[in-house]
């Protein structure tokens, strides 16, 4: 059996072991698959694992011995679904393996939004504190979480976790979601609207899935119904966001920071309105990268594949 792995090096540049891998088949791997490449790397190759390589109908029509087809992510976008769902082939993604490091990650943006921990530590080393008159100095304001209200837009996995965190640090949270899950309510956390949770946040911190309705729902208009000096953090998708009224809203003093891990376009482009922003953290879209998270979506991916040889079809997306 052929198997092709189309782009293999972000979930492991070489820390992880494709051993259990091999052990399934002939293994083909590949960093990195240009577009104009994918349909001559697939060949007759019967498992595909795609992370962000397209995989589209032109692809599947042209490649015709592919059975089942393997996302070395959560987000399956990049495949055509329903058009392997028409050839009879799963698509099969990896969905919780990023639950813990994702959550955490919201917290390491946050704090620096509040502490401004990398610009002092380097304004330490420029000799700015030798220098100075008193014990201590600070450029920005600093802020404590506790007694601080998080809204967080969509409560699954990943945004549960990161509320249990926020409720550890001190702080209240309000939860907007379209399917609630009443049990989960308690003295810090309840469920509320969207415009309450605009209205009463001091911190929002994105969980929600891109739909069309979700596209572009911090805006210009959100904004406006939102505290001054609210925080933003996006580690959920760039395009929840228009980049144009969130660079507003922080080059006016209407939001005092906004932290993300992921653009509208990746990587990002120089001219995303982002980049020149005032308070505006961007980060490579790594929240999901600790060894320990692309170890679990490894074995996740490759026990999807032992379930299918095995007559089982598990995680499928399209079936």
Sequence with gaps: MKIVILDGYTLNPGDLSWKALNALGEVTLYDRTPDHLIIERI??????YT?????????????????????LATGYNVVDV?????KNIPVCNVPTYGTNAVSQFVFALLLELCHHVGHHDKAVKQGRWTEGQDFCFWDFPLMELAGKT???????RIGY??????QAFGMKVLAFDGYPKKELESETLRYTTLDELYELSDVI??????????????????????????????TSRGP??????????????KLSGYACDVVSTEPVEMNNPLIEAKNCIITPHIAWAPKESRERLLNT????????????VVNAVNI
């Design 82 to 86: 329903n058009a392997a769902k028409a």
């Design 205 to 234: 911190s994105l969980h929600c899935p891109l739909f069309p309705d979700t596209e572009g729902m911090i805006n210009k208009e959100a904004i406006n119904q939102m505290k001054d000096g609210l925080m933003i953090i996006n």
């Design 161 to 166: 976790q990161t509320a249990l965190i926020a």
């Design 301 to 312: 991916a490759v026990e999807n594949l032992k379930s299918y040889l095995n007559g089982q």
């Design 43 to 48: 060949g007759d190759a019967e498992i595909v």
């Design 51 to 71: 992370n962000k390589t397209v995989i589209s109908q032109e692809t599947l029509d042209a490649c015709t011995n592919i059975k089942w087809i393997g996302v």
């Design 150 to 156: 998080m809204g967080i837009i969509g409560l699954g």
């Design 240 to 253: 929840l966001v228009n980049e144009e009224d969130v660079r507003d809203a922080l080059n006016s003093g």
